[in-house]
């Protein structure tokens, strides 16, 4: 029976002396080839290719320049540039968070409803301003600007000087119209736009109210129904009115006038 091979063949590896015949040092490396290799520090490549069929078992490491298998590698810690590695599970991923610059987002943690910012080429950004109610497919946002199209049901805060479409109809406390004639009064169509006449008019410069025809019955003072009065015709019994007849007027200041125009002395007296 053959001694093992010496150290510098094999540095820092342990052989069972049984595994070795008389003379023929080429069984020992059959079967390290094709069994395991054992080593108390760390087993080192030989500077030719060798081929491990086996195990190999190492209590302290493994240094070498290229490991090649064709089945599995089983280790607890891969340390080193994992560059050339393929065919990786995403679910075995424990550890990091994958940047945006290689496809991710950079964040480890998402609340429901929120929305992905970009934010060029650094972690994306999210914001408790902006997310989505799925379950009612309702967008949220402190703050809106730009075109919106279906219900507005949920703005608030809006702008009224920013409506630049559409008329507020009379159900919804407008007036229907989109514009009216100076000085003429409003008045109410049931549930149309607000109608005007030109025989209605307020002249604001004299406070002044025009109109055509009044019913006397639609008078009100201080909330009351007022039917304005007419005096009677006066005679010898009844206090009245009278009427202007020949030869007499009535200016404007209410000054009631005589002339002698076609009357003799026996009209005067």
Aim: aromatic letters at 8%; hydrophobic letters at 35%.
């Amino acid at each position: 029976m053959s001694a093992p091979p010496t150290e510098p063949f094999f540095p820092g590896l342990i052989f069972n002396i049984s595994f070795f015949t008389a003379g023929d040092e080429s069984v020992t490396l059959n079967y390290v080839n094709n069994n395991f290799l054992k080593c108390v520090g760390y087993a080192y490549s030989r500077a030719i290719a060798t081929t491990f069929n086996g195990g190999i078992f190492a209590l302290g490491g493994i240094s070498t320049s290229d490991i090649t298998a064709t089945g599995t590698i089983t280790a607890a810690f891969f340390t080193g540039s994992g560059a050339n590695l393929t065919n990786l599970n995403a679910s075995n991923i424990l550890t990091g968070t994958l940047t945006v610059s290689r496809g991710g987002t950079g964040l480890n943690t998402i609340p429901l409803g929120s929305l992905l910012i970009v934010n060029g080429a650094n972690t994306l950004l999210q914001t408790t301003n902006l997310s989505w109610d799925n379950t009612n497919s309702i967008l949220n946002a402190t703050n809106f600007s730009g075109s919106h199209s279906g219900s507005g049901a949920g703005l608030i805060n809006l702008n009224v000087s920013n409506a630049n479409a559409g008329t507020l109809p009379i159900g919804r406390g407008g007036t229907g119209a989109t514009s009216f004639i100076g000085g003429r009064l409003l008045y109410g169509d049931g549930v149309n736009p607000l109608a005007q006449s030109a025989n209605l008019t307020w002249n604001n410069t004299n406070n002044t109210l025009n109109t055509t025809n009044v019913n006397s019955s639609a008078y009100f003072i201080n909330g009351s129904p007022f039917t304005p009065y007419t005096l009677p015709t006066a005679n010898a019994a009844t206090l009245g009115g009278i009427k202007v007849g020949n030869n007499l007027s009535i200016d404007g200041n209410g000054v009631l006038s005589a002339t002698s125009s076609g009357l003799t002395g026996a009209d005067i007296f």
